[in-house]
């Protein structure tokens, strides 16, 4: 049974199998009756639910709250803001009757002609146009604003390719929407939130990441300004780990969302949006993970600590539960998640071989002699080590050891990317390197046609134009022509 659950394709020799066996294998997630969805596993939920309560305690403590809006979308709302349907319009899953009814030859059920909608619902595949239209009815003057809403929600959007978190019809998501009353102060607002991100992925997720503005053309639908977080996966490829848009007026206008400033004239409202969803997931599966199974950091983990007795009899097991009852006891005082797993109908071997697979940061093993010796064994799941300590002090030795991986498996995720991002300066060069699967350094003419030709040639797209790093300008590598910074380029996820 160990060997069944470590049958997991190598990195090394296929590397989007591995992470299809590995989410099937540590039950996180499965594929759905319907095409594109999935069936997200109690343990890849409690991954979220973990996300989900630190980023909403982020959220709140940046003067957000929560609100619900509607699921459906009245066709004509899409079509109010141009450049934000067209954005999204291939990817609408559309409602168009409301009822159903028993087939003449009592073969099932079909759709009722007669209960056809006088106007299509669209599945939102984003709240911006729905949320819009409200905030119509509840601004009218600057003494309304800021409004700073949150939904934790599903969207929909029809993927024709989908792989398991990071590319579904379905997924989860949160999506904030802010209307203010200045352009500055819309600003302000998106930038907190790409650094609310960033805070997140590198101290929670221990996931480094680059920050930046996106391209003209890599834009969200509809936006002014989108600002990115983009991680390096262990292929090299890139990951967008999360954006937060500046949308200008163009809402505010397409919704007349209109407000009376301090000095009595009226202007349009000012917007941001943003949003993180279950892609993370995959994300924190394809940065630390390997050959053995899941990875995961600490702060994210659902079970921080197992602990598993190794023992003879019933009665070696009382005893052996008696001294570890009290550990876990302390260690829960500590606010730190433990699992006694003194279940009987699996052994040892296959609890340590499970428990390596779902990538508990700690396990803890006891057997006869340790409890004649008053030690336990540790074996750390970021570097597999193990070691015979004194049960002495074993809770505030755990507690730090969890704290020594957190930081162990961002620093690995860091040197990895270090050692993986290049500078290049010629096209030919850009080329052959982007083969190897690393993040590139080089200079663009800034027009998107000469983004296009590099996409197409050679699969890679700008993931960013980096707010820090090498500002000096310099000649774009396909043109010649002047280029202000130099700005990442990747294959991606």
């Keep these: 049974m160990a060997k069944e659950l470590k049958e997991l394709t190598k990195r090394s020799v296929n590397y989007s199998q591995w992470y299809q066996d590995l989410v099937i294998k540590a039950d996180l997630a499965e594929n759905s009756a319907v095409r594109g969805c999935m069936v997200i596993k109690p343990y890849g ?42 954005g999204f319009a291939k990817e609408c899953a559309v409602v168009t009757h409301y009822r159903l009814k028993t087939n003449h030859d009592g073969t099932g059920v079909v ?29 009218q003057s600057y003494r309304d604003l800021p409004i700073l809403c949150n939904q934790w929600a599903n969207v929909m959007r029809w993927e024709m390719r989908t792989r398991l978190f990071l590319r579904t019809a379905e997924f989860l998501w949160q999506e904030g ?26 101290n929670y997720m221990a996931m480094p990441v680059i920050k930046g503005v996106k391209s003209a053309s ?23 780990a999360g954006t937060s848009h500046f949308l200008g007026q163009n809402f505010g206008k397409a919704f007349d969302v209109t407000f009376i400033d301090k000095e009595g004239k009226s202007d349009y409202a000012w917007a941001t949006s943003w949003g993180v969803s279950t892609r993370l997931i995959g994300a924190l599966i394809m940065s630390h993970s390997d050959d053995n ?49 003194d279940a009987d109908n699996k052994k040892p ?39 015979t300590i004194t049960c002495d002090g074993i809770e505030e030795y755990v507690q730090n050891l969890l704290e020594e991986i957190q930081q162990n498996i961002f620093r690995k995720a860091l040197d990895h990317r270090t050692a993986s991002t290049i500078t290049v ?10 083969e190897e699967g690393l993040f590139i350094m080089a200079h663009w003419d800034g027009t998107p046609e000469t983004e296009e030709q590099i996409k197409n040639e050679t699969k890679a797209t700008i993931r960013c134009i980096p707010l820090a790093g090498d500002k000096t300008p310099g000649k774009c590598m396909v043109t010649g022509k002047p280029s202000a910074q130099r700005v990442l380029f990747a294959r991606a996820y």
Excluded: C
Excluded at 62 to 77: C, D, E, Q, R
Excluded at 218 to 240: H, N, P, S, V, W
């Design 349 to 387: 071997g296959w609890k340590f071989a499970e428990y390596e697979l779902k990538g508990v940061p700690v396990r803890l093993a006891m057997g006869g002699r340790d409890l004649e010796n008053n030690t336990i064994e540790v074996m750390r799941r970021d570097t597999l080590e193990k070691e």
């Design 177 to 202: 929407h802010t209307a203010h009353a200045t352009r500055e102060e819309a600003e302000i607002e998106a930038k907190k939130m790409q650094e609310v991100y960033a805070n997140f992925a590198e």
């Design 293 to 341: 199974g899941l990875v995961l950091p600490p702060h994210l983990a659902p079970i921080q600590v197992v602990i598993v007795p190794i023992y003879r009899s019933e009665e070696q097991l009382a005893q052996i539960s008696e001294k570890v009852n009290g550990i876990v006891a302390n260690l829960k005082k500590m606010g730190i998640s433990v699992k006694f797993d």
């Design 45 to 86: 939920y409690a991954i979220w639910e973990k996300m989900q309560r630190i980023l909403d305690d982020m959220f709140k403590e940046t003067g957000h709250v929560n609100a619900y809006f509607p699921l459906l979308i009245p066709k004509s709302f899409l079509s109010k803001e141009a450049e934000h349907v067209e």
């Design 425 to 434: 300066d010629t096209y030919e060069e850009f080329k052959e390197k982007i």
């Design 111 to 139: 759709v009722d002609p007669a209960a056809k909608l006088e106007e299509e619902l669209i599945i939102r595949p984003t709240s911006e146009t729905i949320i819009w239209n409200t905030y119509r009815n509840w601004i």
């Design 218 to 240: 890599e834009r969200f639908a509809g936006a002014l300004d989108t600002y990115t977080i983009e991680a390096m996966m262990q292929d090299g490829k890139a990951l967008q």
